[in-house]
């Protein structure tokens, strides 16, 4: 049986990020056809009119998705700090920035990243995000710092986070997270938006070229809005081709950090037993659904959950085997 290694998972994870990017282009670009169409396609066109109609729909639109492409990869580390709900506030001396201090250099990371403390999200959890010039950051949430018992626990979480920016992953990650939460953000507004709108005014208006209704123009104005009710999810689907590999790595790659498996076997179990202690079930489902692929732990746990994260209960196993310590 052939071994999959750790430089053949982060090829994967690679290919995996770059299907995902094609996939959300083509869903931004759809998007923008769909409302071209529902706003500005008559019911009274000929065949031809259509078809022109289109060629421009669709040019227009690809000209927008390449737009917030190049917008979201240039930002992508300021959308994703602003994605989940709370106020982040930098955190410059204490513990917690001792700890990312610690374990960046038991990383042997070229720099310390910023450290931040989102308050006020209702959601116990961490996560860390990187550019393509070597600024990163690492975010623990105020609820992760009161659910957690000892310094071990925050070690641990914090150094999983660190695993990530040490194989670069992060970086990846986090332009196809930000292109994901934006894609999902803008077909949800624009399905809600044609949805009460109505859209296709002059749909209603008089017909001045005398065509009768074009059966044909009317089915890609109803494929158009059943289109924009689904394409938010359609844009979370595609995170799902993210290899689950990459969080059992940045685990082991805590491990050797802290020379610690029991400190964030700890934390992954205080997460699983306290975490829907705070907040709401939408706050979480609201975290999940825009920073959880990048999250430390998954706070998405039933329904159709598209995670990239293994079990708790596979992570907690994988980490018992290296000698964690746990007390259920």
């Known amino acids: 049986m052939a071994t999959t290694t750790f430089r053949d998972e982060l090829a994967r994870l690679k290919t995996g990020i770059r299907i995902a990017w094609v996939l959300n282009f083509g869903i931004l670009w759809l998007v923008f056809i769909a409302v071209g169409v529902v706003l500005g396609l008559s019911t009274h066109v000929s065949n031809q009119q259509l078809a022109n109609f289109l060629v421009v729909d669709a040019a227009v639109a690809a000209l927008l998705a390449v737009l917030v492409m190049f917008i979201v990869n240039a930002q992508a580390t300021r959308i994703l700090l602003a994605a989940p709900a709370g106020d982040s506030v930098e955190i410059t001396s204490g513990q917690l920035k001792n700890i990312v201090e610690e374990m960046a250099i038991a990383a042997a990371l070229p720099k310390t990243p910023r450290v931040y403390e989102l308050r006020g999200s209702g959601v116990a959890n961490a996560y860390a995000s990187a550019d393509n010039f070597g600024n ?6 105020a609820e992760l710092l009161d659910l957690l018992n000892t310094r071990e626990e925050l070690e641990g979480v914090i150094a999983h986070e660190i695993g990530h920016l040490k194989t670069g992953d992060s970086q990846a990650m986090t332009r196809l997270v930000a292109l ?16 009460w709108g109505g859209g296709g005014g002059n749909r209603r208006g008089n017909n001045r070229d005398g065509n009768g209704n074009n059966p044909i123009a009317i089915v890609i104005i109803v494929l158009s809005f059943i289109f924009l009710m689904v394409a938010p999810l359609l844009s979370k689907v595609a995170e799902s081709y993210m290899s689950r590999e990459r ?14 498996p029991t400190g964030i076997a700890q934390a992954l179990i205080a997460l699983e037993n306290g975490s ?10 609201d975290f999940g659904n825009t920073i959880g692929p990048v999250a430390f732990f998954n706070p998405l746990s ?20 290296m000698g964690a310590q746990v007390e259920e």
């Open 136 to 141: 990163a950051q690492v975010v623990v949430t």
């Open 180 to 195: 994901t939460s934006t894609t999902a953000i803008i077909a949800g507004m624009a399905g809600r938006l044609m949805f």
């Open 247 to 260: 969080e059992s790595r940045a685990d082991a790659s805590a491990v050797e950090f802290t020379r610690n």
């Open 276 to 285: 829907d202690h705070y907040g709401s079930k939408k706050m979480r489902e």
């Open 302 to 321: 039933a329904g159709l959950n598209l995670s990239t994260h293994p079990s708790t209960e596979k992570r907690v196993k994988a980490l018992i085997a």
